[in-house]
């Protein structure tokens, strides 16, 4: 049903990263619709469901939208959302329930009412269609979601159950580790590209270097792992899945040859990290030792730093922030060729590392805000064509 059906989606990211996971969306060929916070709305067919799902590197998850509506009343919400048309996507068996309700600047605020109203609409709606007065619901699970901002309600099926950041080879965590998500939105926030040498000093387990690796190898990080709308055959076939998984498996390029490196002063993580790799299949790019950020040294030009280094959200490690920080500025000033980019919550980072940012954007870690610094190094000369 519906493989050329018009539809629209919700891709939902990271606060601030909404530039980049719209560029992904408009690489795929989708026409954006709307983007607000967290945000990305677009139209497509129902092949995008399963290429959405599997390429795109900077999004949570991937929604289906049922339909849109303003509704000021619980009376509004349940007409609005009984009046969309649920047969297309719910089958007579379907298993249904509200995974979630948020709401912002709206006159309706209690998540629980309303998932309890847009169940009982769904019910109803389903029930009149199907002629029906019970629904055994021992199917394949149609997982729903709601929005109200502004008092615009958008109800949608979530296609990714579990998020989209679990790309399934992180096994092993290192303390505080950055998302797969966020790391990609961050690298490809930066003119980094695969001919560069690009180092995190601050690996942890390992997330900017595998993701930077499976960006450079043109990896897709959805490829190897199950959504919750493979097995809705109702709206698209199997055979879409396998069709977009071929179609990045020939897009990949696994001969790249690319300088990755990740360092950590903690033995450890760093051992986590080469695991990690490991499992992504994109160990042999990537070159991990243990080092402290004191012994950061390369003799290569115009390379990368991207890394998130501590924070300090205890109170014990904040003390240790002015001299690690400053360490830092020291160890980032001899590679004087190099951009820096650092991502922390610490508010004194630009004056320990001893250099004003030429950038910084707000991005949220979680519920944590914290702020991307860009410390751009010059542009190397450009190559002279071969002749």
């Known amino acids: 049903m519906g493989e050329n059906f018009n539809y629209e989606y919700a891709a939902l990211c990271h606060f601030g990263t909404e530039a980049v996971l719209k560029r992904e969306i408009l690489d795929l060929g989708y026409e954006i619709s709307q983007v607000g916070d967290g945000r990305v709305m677009f139209r497509g067919d129902a092949d995008a469901i399963a290429r959405a799902n599997i390429f795109l590197r900077t999004a949570e998850r991937v929604l289906l939208c049922a339909g849109r509506f303003k509704a000021l009343t619980f009376d509004e919400l349940f007409e609005g959302t009984r009046a969309l048309d649920w047969d ?24 629980s009412d309303i998932q309890r109203i847009v169940k009982k609409a769904v019910v109803e709606k389903l029930k009149e269609t199907y002629k029906v007065d019970w629904f055994p619901e021992d199917g394949d699970d149609y997982p729903l979601k709601v929005f109200i901002l502004n008092n615009e309600v958008t109800v949608a099926l979530d296609t990714s159950g579990e998020s989209l950041h679990k790309r399934g080879y992180r096994r092993l965590h290192g303390a505080a580790p950055l998302s797969e998500t966020l790391a990609s939105a961050l ?17 942890g387990s390992g997330t900017f270097p595998i993701e930077a690796a499976m960006i450079g190898a043109n990896i897709a990080p959805g490829l190897g792992r199950e959504f919750t709308a493979e097995k809705w055959t109702n709206i698209l076939p199997r055979k879409a899945w396998y069709e977009a998984a071929g179609e990045a498996e020939d897009l990949a390029v696994p001969d790249r040859d690319m300088n990755i490196q990740g360092y950590d002063i903690d033995g450890h993580v760093i051992r986590v990290a080469m695991e990690n790799a490991r499992q992504a299949g994109v160990d042999e790019y990537i070159h991990f030792q243990r ?10 030009k115009y390379g990368f730093i991207i890394t998130n280094p501590p924070y300090g959200e205890r109170l014990e490690e904040k003390e240790a922030l002015p001299a690690l920080y400053r360490e830092m500025g020291e ?16 508010e004194d980072a630009e004056r320990y590392i001893g250099r004003e940012a030429d950038k910084n954007r707000k991005i949220y870690n979680g519920m944590i805000k914290t702020y991307f610094y860009q410390f751009m190094g010059p542009k190397p000369p450009r190559r002279r064509p071969e002749n």
């Open 291 to 300: 080092r402290p950020v004191s012994e950061l040294h390369n003799p290569k």
């Open 331 to 346: 160890a980032f000033r001899r590679l004087d060729s190099w951009s820096w980019f650092v991502i922390t919550s610490y």
């Open 187 to 203: 690298i490809m926030l930066t003119p980094w590209h695969h001919d560069r040498i690009l180092v995190d000093p601050f690996c």
């Open 88 to 111: 297309h996507f719910i089958p007579k068996n379907g298993r249904f329930w509200v995974k979630k309700a948020s709401t912002a600047r709206s006159k309706l605020f209690s998540s």
